[in-house]
């Protein structure tokens, strides 16, 4: 029982700072690829009118 109560106290909110993390750096990652792409059309749209 002692070793259920441990899990409950550590384990669990060190499992949600993990995923909390990698939500943080998947948002991260996306951003930097967006703005990647914007920069990849916008590129491609001055080319059209030049």
């Not at 700072?17 to 792409?37: F, P, S, T």
Request: proline letters at 2%; aromatic letters at 6%.
């Amino acid at each position: 029982m002692q070793s259920l109560t441990r899990f409950s106290v550590i384990g669990i909110p060190a499992t949600i700072g993990i995923g909390i993390a990698w939500v943080g750096n998947r948002i991260i990652k996306n951003e930097k690829g967006l703005k990647d792409r914007e920069l990849e059309l916008k590129l491609q749209l001055n080319n059209k009118f030049h």
